[in-house]
């Protein structure tokens, strides 16, 4: 999986994933609102697949006195949400995580896991998910959002079309429904449930939907 988020696909990726995912801005914002509801004005936060840091500058710049630790398994993106997070004078709050988490807990009020759990297979699913419950504290929100299994039969073809419309190129957005079904590891909404019951959440609910891409909360048991 890391080769797509490394060189090319690291630096091309912002203006690539907006084109890619429906209400992608929505999405950062509706899961920053949700997390600032929930905790107070001073949290430590862990960012699973932090990426180009998009959620880090949002969250950091509305709660100047949060701690976040962002974690990422490709090199090349966390050199991005560095450079970013330090243009907005905000690095000496994060902690830089590459790789897998930790075995130890750090300790953390809430978590944001965006757009990454839908690269992994099942297994690999719940064990992640394992790892987010273990770096929580009893009843601090995780908040998730992925692709999830087809609803019907054009959903994936209305997501290509929409992602056309969004302005990618036809042949891109051709080639984007493809790698939906071969790329991807989609849950359907039981499944989702039944996951994050197995990692040691509640069952969670959903707080965003655009197309095929949902938002789900839950809190740590």
Same mark, same amino acid.
């Given at each position: 999986m890391?080769?797509?988020?490394?060189?090319? +696909?690291?630096?091309?990726?912002d203006q690539r994933i907006s084109r890619l995912v429906p +209400?992608?801005?929505?999405?950062?914002?509706?899961?920053?609102a949700q997390l600032m509801t929930r905790l107070g004005p001073r949290a430590r936060v862990l960012l699973v697949g932090v990426g180009t840091g998009s959620e880090l500058?949002?969250? +950091?710049?509305?709660?100047?006195?949060?701690?976040?630790?962002?974690?990422?398994?490709?090199?090349?993106?966390?050199?991005?949400?560095?450079?970013r997070a330090e243009l907005a004078d905000m690095a000496e709050r994060v902690t830089w995580w590459e790789g897998p988490l930790p075995a130890q807990s750090l300790g953390c009020d809430g978590a944001l896991c965006l757009l990454v759990l839908h690269f992994l297979p099942l297994e690999q699913k719940t064990a992640l998910l394992r790892d987010i419950a273990?770096?929580?504290r009893a009843g601090s929100p995780l908040l998730m959002a992925d692709l999830m299994a087809a609803q019907d039969d054009i959903e994936r073809a209305v997501m290509g079309l929409q992602a056309h419309l969004a302005g990618l190129?036809?042949?891109?957005?051709?080639?984007?429904?493809?790698r939906l079904d071969r790329?991807?590891?989609?849950?359907?909404?039981?499944?989702?449930r039944q996951l994050l019951g197995a990692a040691g959440f509640g069952t969670g +609910?959903?707080?965003?939907?655009?197309l095929g891409f949902h938002g789900w909360l839950a809190e740590r048991d």
């Open positions: 890391v080769e797509r988020f490394k060189g090319d +696909g690291a630096q091309d990726y +209400g992608y801005a929505l999405l950062h914002q509706l899961s920053a500058l949002l969250l +950091g710049q509305s709660c100047p006195e949060w701690q976040f630790i962002a974690q990422d398994i490709s090199a090349d993106m966390l050199i991005q949400a560095r450079q273990r770096q929580l190129p036809l042949s891109a957005s051709e080639q984007m429904v493809q790329d991807f590891f989609p849950l359907n909404e039981d499944q989702t +609910g959903r707080y965003f939907q655009a």
